[in-house]
């Protein structure tokens, strides 16, 4: 599995070549709802899992044609 950092943003989901946002985590305000709905970030929830170094461990970018999560 390739990983991809903030900064290395995928352009195409290696799944389908859909097009791929970032995954939002926390509390999303009104502005976040509405990017969600027009589909330029995926809500990820509320609760980050990170590792013992504090890194997040959670998919960081998401695919709006087929929710693939990377």
Same mark, same amino acid.
């Given at each position: @599995?390739?990983?991809?950092? #903030?900064?290395?943003?995928?352009?195409?989901?290696?799944?389908?070549?859909?097009? +791929?946002?970032?995954? +939002?985590?926390? @509390?999303?305000?009104?502005? @976040?709802?509405?990017?969600?709905? #027009?589909?330029?970030?995926?809500?990820?929830?509320?609760?980050?899992?990170?590792?013992?170094?504090? #890194?997040?461990?959670?998919?960081?970018?998401?695919? +709006?044609?087929?929710?693939? #999560?990377?």
């Amino acid at each position: @599995m390739k990983l991809f950092g #903030r900064k290395s943003h995928p352009t195409v989901c290696p799944k389908c070549g859909g097009k +791929v946002v970032p995954i +939002v985590y926390g @509390m999303p305000l009104p502005e @976040m709802e509405e990017k969600a709905d #027009r589909g330029e970030v995926i809500l990820g929830g509320c609760c980050i899992a990170v590792d013992e170094h504090g #890194r997040q461990l959670d998919p960081q970018w998401g695919c +709006v044609d087929c929710d693939e #999560r990377f």
